[in-house]
């Protein structure tokens, strides 16, 4: 390696610490505010999808009653929490107030990767940093509002009544519980991105649409197995939970398609 690429090298690194820096900042700074509001982020927003005044439960319910399924009327929640660590609360408290954190200060970190980025674009391609982060963060939190109002209580619902003796019975660890929650809308979040990601792959000729619509039907199946496994055995939770998924893919086998002629 010449002396110019080492340099080159060793500014580049210099460069993502600043970003990842100025990014990790701003996370701290919204965990911050997320610990400090500590009933809000757990009894509000955390446990609500365990109660059954949970605006989906209630919202499922009137459905049933309009298109007259009674199975998606939720009337039960079997769940107990306990905590088993003496810390368990107090790490929690600090872990779960990072990733909310993270989660509110998506866009200032789409910003610093983008800004991170951007040196190795093309002018008009820099010109798109304000679309780039904007779209990026509403998909973003419309995944992580997509998994949170959706999934986590269908899974939570499922989970939690799902029994395969009378003689067991369901004593959730808290930690469980609330990591489950957490995984469950950040990757929601992340999948949302797809169309994010089905764009610059595209650009760099890794994707391209006719790939996409080649294998779209292994992709519907592979949509309909994972939303027959996070919600309960009914065609229309199944439904409810596909549709958004397999409409993000079709958007990305657009978005393929635009984005290819770009690069050539």
């Not at 970190?109 to 093309?122: I, N």
């Not at 391609?125 to 963060?137: D, G, H, L, T, W």
């Not at 592979?222 to 065609?235: E, K, Q, R, V």
């Given at each position: 390696?010449?002396e110019e690429?080492?340099?080159?090298?060793?500014?580049?690194?210099a460069?993502?610490r600043?970003?990842?820096?100025?990014?990790?900042?701003?996370?701290?700074?919204?965990?911050?505010?997320?610990f400090?509001?500590?009933?809000?982020l757990?009894?509000?927003?955390l446990l609500?999808?365990?109660s059954?005044?949970?605006?989906t439960?209630?919202?499922l319910?009137?459905?049933?009653d309009?298109?007259?399924?009674s199975?998606?009327c939720i009337?039960?929640?079997?769940?107990?929490?306990?905590?088993?660590?003496m810390?368990?609360?107090f790490?929690?408290?600090?872990?779960?107030s990072?990733m909310?954190?993270?989660?509110l200060?998506?866009?200032f970190?789409?910003?610093?990767?983008?800004?991170?980025?951007?040196?190795?674009l093309?002018?008009?391609?820099?010109?798109?940093?304000v679309?780039f982060?904007?779209?990026?963060?509403?998909?973003?939190?419309l995944g992580?509002?997509?998994?949170?109002?959706?999934?986590?209580?269908?899974?939570?619902?499922?989970?939690?009544n799902?029994?395969?003796?009378d003689?067991?019975v369901n004593l959730?660890?808290?930690?469980?519980?609330?990591s489950?929650i957490?995984s469950?809308?950040?990757a929601?979040g992340?999948?949302f991105?797809?169309?994010?990601?089905?764009?610059?792959?595209?650009?760099a000729?890794?994707?391209?649409?006719n790939g996409m619509?080649m294998?779209r039907?292994?992709?519907?199946?592979?949509i309909?197995?994972?939303?027959?496994?996070?919600t309960?055995p009914?065609?229309?939770s199944?439904?409810i939970?596909?549709v958004p998924?397999?409409?993000?893919?079709e958007?990305?086998?657009?978005?393929?398609r635009?984005a290819e002629?770009?690069?050539?």
């Amino acid at each position: 390696m010449s002396e110019e690429n080492s340099m080159s090298f060793l500014n580049h690194l210099a460069a993502l610490r600043k970003h990842l820096m100025r990014a990790s900042i701003a996370v701290l700074i919204s965990g911050g505010l997320a610990f400090a509001f500590r009933q809000t982020l757990f009894d509000g927003v955390l446990l609500a999808p365990k109660s059954l005044d949970f605006i989906t439960y209630r919202a499922l319910c009137q459905l049933s009653d309009i298109f007259n399924i009674s199975s998606l009327c939720i009337d039960k929640i079997n769940i107990e929490l306990l905590n088993s660590k003496m810390a368990g609360q107090f790490s929690l408290h600090i872990s779960l107030s990072l990733m909310t954190g993270f989660i509110l200060a998506i866009p200032f970190v789409l910003k610093e990767l983008w800004m991170f980025v951007s040196p190795g674009l093309t002018f008009g391609e820099r010109q798109k940093s304000v679309a780039f982060i904007s779209i990026s963060s509403i998909l973003f939190f419309l995944g992580a509002a997509f998994g949170y109002f959706l999934i986590v209580p269908l899974s939570i619902q499922f989970l939690s009544n799902y029994v395969v003796s009378d003689q067991i019975v369901n004593l959730i660890e808290m930690s469980s519980y609330l990591s489950t929650i957490a995984s469950i809308i950040l990757a929601c979040g992340f999948l949302f991105e797809l169309p994010i990601v089905v764009y610059f792959l595209s650009r760099a000729g890794i994707v391209t649409p006719n790939g996409m619509k080649m294998y779209r039907k292994h992709a519907w199946v592979g949509i309909l197995a994972i939303s027959s496994i996070i919600t309960p055995p009914d065609i229309f939770s199944q439904i409810i939970v596909s549709v958004p998924v397999a409409i993000l893919y079709e958007l990305s086998m657009f978005i393929s398609r635009v984005a290819e002629p770009i690069k050539e």
